[in-house]
């Protein structure tokens, strides 16, 4: 458990239950899309983290591969090394995924498994093949940890304009080989600063885990931008030795101009 709440906070950045939402013209990312972060441990620079999808080939079939790589420098890599790499290969005409790979390396614990998804077979439900763990059988639409966080961009996040604060969207992932339900509590908007200027961002609070990172359910906030990219701006976790930070550093290949004061 603990390995997979602390891969999940670093994963984070870059998150289906409940009602889908109409989608808005046009979709808020496009393959090419790519943003670097900058992660800091108090004042410390402490990591890189990267989030990107481009177009791929899975099997004969062309998808959108997506993956995030986040990774420790300086003084925290000597201290604890971080090498983490999330991938997902997504069907462009579903949005839902094809198949997932974690590759995690943190300090001495290292895991590897990658997860197959076939949602056509079952009428009323998901089949996953996992390396690990074996055949599971899951909720219809499930997505994995990457794919879901494109999927909230696009059905969920053209109609934040009309969250109430407190409102509560359910996102049915699977991650770790478990079927683990992420849920986000909409916290209003908020001017986020960063090294390209002031954006104007929803802030989302998901709802974490209390115990051995977490004294709350409120320890952790992402900020996504305002404007037809959706795009995550910030992210902020307390947890029990302190508060580090995620903060967008470059991007590249947005869908739309970013809107920057």
Same mark, same amino acid.
């Given at each position: 458990?603990?390995?997979?709440?602390?891969?999940?906070?670093?994963?984070?950045?870059?998150?289906?239950?409940?009602?889908?939402?109409?989608?808005?013209?046009?979709?808020?990312?496009?393959?090419?899309?790519?943003?670097?972060? =900058?992660?800091?441990?108090?004042?410390?620079?402490?990591?890189?983290?990267?989030?990107?999808?481009?177009?791929?080939?899975?099997?004969?079939?062309?998808?959108?591969?997506?993956?995030?790589?986040?990774?420790?420098?300086?003084?925290?890599?000597?201290?604890?090394?971080?090498?983490?790499?999330?991938?997902?290969?997504?069907?462009?005409?579903?949005?839902?995924?094809?198949?997932?790979?974690?590759?995690?390396?943190?300090?001495?614990?290292?895991?590897?498994?990658?997860?197959?998804?076939?949602?056509?077979?079952?009428?009323?439900?998901?089949?996953?093949?996992?390396?690990?763990?074996?055949?599971?059988?899951?909720?219809?639409?499930?997505?994995?940890?990457?794919?879901?966080?494109?999927?909230?961009?696009?059905?969920?996040?053209?109609?934040?304009?009309?969250?109430?604060?407190?409102?509560?969207?359910?996102?049915?992932?699977?991650?770790?080989?478990?079927?683990?339900?992420?849920?986000?509590?909409?916290?209003?908007?908020?001017?986020?600063?960063?090294?390209?200027?002031?954006?104007?961002?929803?802030?989302?609070?998901?709802?974490?885990?209390?115990?051995?990172?977490?004294?709350?359910?409120?320890?952790?906030?992402?900020?996504?931008?305002?404007?037809?990219?959706?795009?995550?701006?910030?992210?902020?976790?307390?947890?029990?030795?302190?508060?580090?930070?995620?903060? =967008?550093?470059?991007?590249?290949?947005?869908?739309?101009?970013?809107?920057?004061?």
């Amino acid at each position: 458990m603990r390995h997979r709440v602390a891969s999940g906070a670093i994963m984070a950045l870059l998150l289906c239950g409940g009602p889908v939402f109409p989608q808005s013209p046009g979709s808020p990312y496009k393959p090419g899309e790519k943003a670097t972060y =900058l992660i800091h441990y108090g004042v410390i620079n402490g990591g890189i983290a990267t989030l990107e999808i481009r177009e791929a080939t899975l099997d004969g079939q062309q998808v959108w591969h997506s993956a995030m790589r986040a990774q420790t420098t300086g003084m925290a890599d000597a201290v604890y090394k971080v090498r983490d790499v999330y991938e997902s290969f997504i069907d462009p005409a579903t949005e839902l995924p094809l198949k997932s790979i974690r590759n995690i390396s943190e300090g001495k614990y290292k895991r590897y498994n990658e997860v197959l998804f076939d949602h056509t077979t079952r009428g009323d439900s998901a089949i996953l093949l996992s390396d690990l763990t074996g055949t599971h059988i899951t909720e219809k639409g499930i997505h994995d940890i990457l794919s879901c966080f494109y999927w909230f961009r696009k059905q969920y996040m053209p109609n934040a304009g009309t969250f109430k604060p407190g409102q509560v969207i359910t996102i049915n992932t699977w991650f770790t080989d478990e079927f683990y339900p992420i849920r986000m509590r909409y916290a209003g908007t908020e001017e986020i600063k960063t090294k390209s200027g002031r954006i104007l961002c929803h802030k989302f609070n998901p709802v974490t885990e209390v115990g051995r990172l977490f004294k709350t359910q409120d320890d952790m906030s992402v900020w996504f931008s305002a404007d037809k990219n959706y795009l995550p701006v910030k992210i902020r976790f307390d947890i029990f030795v302190g508060s580090f930070s995620v903060n =967008l550093m470059a991007y590249e290949g947005l869908a739309y101009p970013l809107n920057i004061k």
